[in-house]
T-cell receptor, first 117, second 111 residues
């Protein structure tokens, strides 16, 4: 079974540009999560999508946005890039547990390393 | 919202020594708790999880953790450290699918 995949592996942009990061969840998983891992700052929760809807977002400005497609893959867009956006962006997927009340553990992709110059 | 505090951003042990990584959580409802490990330049890998039932949870690579509700803790232990255990470890708490991670603890294993 294929794991969570992310593309591209590395992305280099300049300040003010836009970046688009992509994620494909494990087959059968309906939830996709995005995290930012900047040096020394741990994992910061960005966005959670489930069944095409945004379920929650972290404390990030609106220039961080995303969407989830009908096939459950997801895209993270970062507009007006700033130097401090340089980080590893991790995507994870999860499945709803039987009963529909909670979710199983998250499975992570290898990440996209975004560098803003 | 739920949150996690990991005590100690860096822990150093000798090979063969006990590993103890501390995690305390805050949640208004019974949470699910997780420990993940991250090796350099990789994503996170699940070590173990607590959802319901037995409070002592065994995971991969000889790690285990005990859920103590009275102490709101979920500390990770391994009886004997191996050089390959050197990595960053993250504790996480999930309520209804909304997961929050601790800041991480970097484990160094000395020969």
């Amino acid at each position: 079974e294929a794991g969570v995949t992310q593309s591209p592996t590395h992305l280099i942009k300049t300040r003010g540009q836009q970046a688009t990061l992509r994620c494909s969840p494990i087959s059968g998983h309906t939830s996709v999560y995005w995290y930012q891992q900047a040096l020394g700052l741990g994992l910061q929760f960005l966005l959670w999508y489930d069944e095409g809807e945004e379920r929650n977002r972290g404390n990030f400005p609106p220039r961080f946005s995303g969407r989830q497609f009908p096939n459950y893959s997801s895209e993270l867009n970062v507009n007006a890039l700033e130097l401090e956006d340089s980080a590893l962006y991790l995507c994870a997927s999860s499945a709803l547990l039987a009963g529909g009340l909670s979710y199983n553990e998250q499975f992570f992709g290898p990440g996209t390393r975004l560098t803003v110059l | 919202a739920q949150s996690v505090t990991q005590l100690g951003s860096h822990v150093s042990v000798s090979e063969g020594a006990l590993v103890l990584l501390r995690c305390n959580y805050s949640s208004s409802v019974p949470p699910y708790l997780f420990w993940y490990v991250q090796y350099p330049n990789q994503g996170l890998q699940l070590l173990l999880k607590y959802t319901t039932g037995a409070t002592l949870v065994k995971g991969i690579n000889g790690f285990e953790a005990e859920f103590k509700k009275s102490e709101t803790s979920f500390h990770l232990t391994k009886p004997s450290a191996h050089m390959s255990d050197a990595a960053e470890y993250f504790c996480a708490v999930s309520v209804g699918g909304d997961m929050r991670f601790g800041a991480g603890t970097r484990l160094t294993v000395k020969p």
